[in-house]
Structure formats: C-alpha cells, structure tokens
C-alpha cells in the first residue's frame, strides 16, 4: 500500500472519531435529563399533581352519575310538598320514613 492510502485511511479513521465523540456529550446530556425527569416524578408536586388529575375524573364521573339522583330528590320534594296538607299524624310519620330511606338511598349512591 502507498504511503497516500494509510494517510486517507488515517484522515476517515480520524473524521469517524471526531463525530463519535462529538456524540458522547449528546449522550452525555440525554442521560441527565432523563434521571433528572425520574426525579422529578417522584416530588410531592407531581404526586399531587397526578393525584387531583384522578380526582377530578373521579368528581366527574361522580357528576355524570349525579343527573338521575337529582330528579329522584325532586320527586322526593314534591312528594313532601304535596302531601303535607293532605295527611293525618300516622300518614305523615309514614311518609316522613319513605323519604328518609330514600334520602339514605341517594347518599348511599353518591358515596
């Protein structure tokens, strides 16, 4: 081999080196910020933080379930309303313990 081809096969040898450690910093930085992203994780804050996300899915799916408690208590009401003037002592206190169990109902359900 000529003396032209071990300088050419230096000089590429040297140009493969020279990107590889250009790299090594890359790298280098890529796995502090990926401890540094653990360690973030594990604070209080993004504890906290993914704690309210579940409660907040939680609240509303609460609150989805929510509508069809709404009209039975409204039903309740008006039940109470209604019949108020109309019953004797024996038929209210009757009445009086339909809606208390139904109220139980309801905070049963929303808990």
Wanted: charged share 15%; hydrophobic share 55%; net charge positive.
């Amino acid at each position: 081999m000529s003396a032209w081809l071990w300088v050419l096969v230096a000089l590429c040898a040297a140009g493969i080196l020279l990107a590889v450690a250009s790299l090594v910093p890359v790298i280098m930085a890529a796995l502090r910020l990926r401890a540094k992203l653990r360690d973030l994780q594990r604070r209080p804050l993004f504890l906290s933080l993914q704690s309210m996300q579940l409660q907040a899915s939680r609240l509303s799916h609460t609150a989805a379930q929510a509508q069809p408690l709404i009209r039975r208590g409204q039903v309740a009401i008006a039940a109470i309303r209604g019949s108020a003037g109309e019953l004797q002592l024996p038929d209210a206190q009757r009445e009086l313990r339909a809606v208390g169990s139904e109220l139980q109902t309801l905070q049963d359900e929303l808990h």
